[in-house]
């Protein structure tokens, strides 16, 4: 099965930076998989926050755009998220996501790890 375990998060100052992780475990066929990064701040639904197509396409929330960058490594199986000049309305659990290009509209789902920016 696909697993996808994200690391990076933590507890940050307005203005800092993070670099977020989420490895694929070898059942995921990465590189012609779309990633992307979810996210869901305390009573709010969640949101798209980016994602990266197999042909390395992009695409970001507004609300992040110039701040954060996707990107992926297919040798590793692995997609970061580079958050830059975070905000405390960027507090959040990020998740990561793998769409599965072989059965269509199946989806997966990393646990989450947890961006707390302080004020």
């Known amino acids: 099965q696909v697993q996808l375990v994200e690391s990076g998060g933590g507890l940050v100052q307005a203005g800092g930076s993070l670099r977020l992780s989420c490895a694929a475990s070898s059942g995921s066929i990465f590189s012609i998989s779309t990633m992307g990064w979810y996210r869901q701040a305390p009573g709010k639904q969640r949101e798209l926050v980016a994602i990266?197509?197999?042909?390395?396409?992009?695409n970001y929330a507004e609300s992040v755009k110039g701040r954060f960058t996707i990107s992926r490594d297919n040798a590793k199986k692995t997609v970061f998220l580079e958050m830059n000049s975070l905000k405390p309305e960027d507090t959040a659990v990020y998740h990561c996501?793998?769409?599965?290009?072989?059965?269509?509209?199946?989806?997966?789902w990393g646990k989450g790890t947890l961006v707390t920016v302080s004020s």
């Open positions: 996501n793998s769409k599965d290009p072989i059965n269509s509209g199946l989806d997966y």
């Open positions: 990266i197509t197999s042909r390395g396409l992009r």
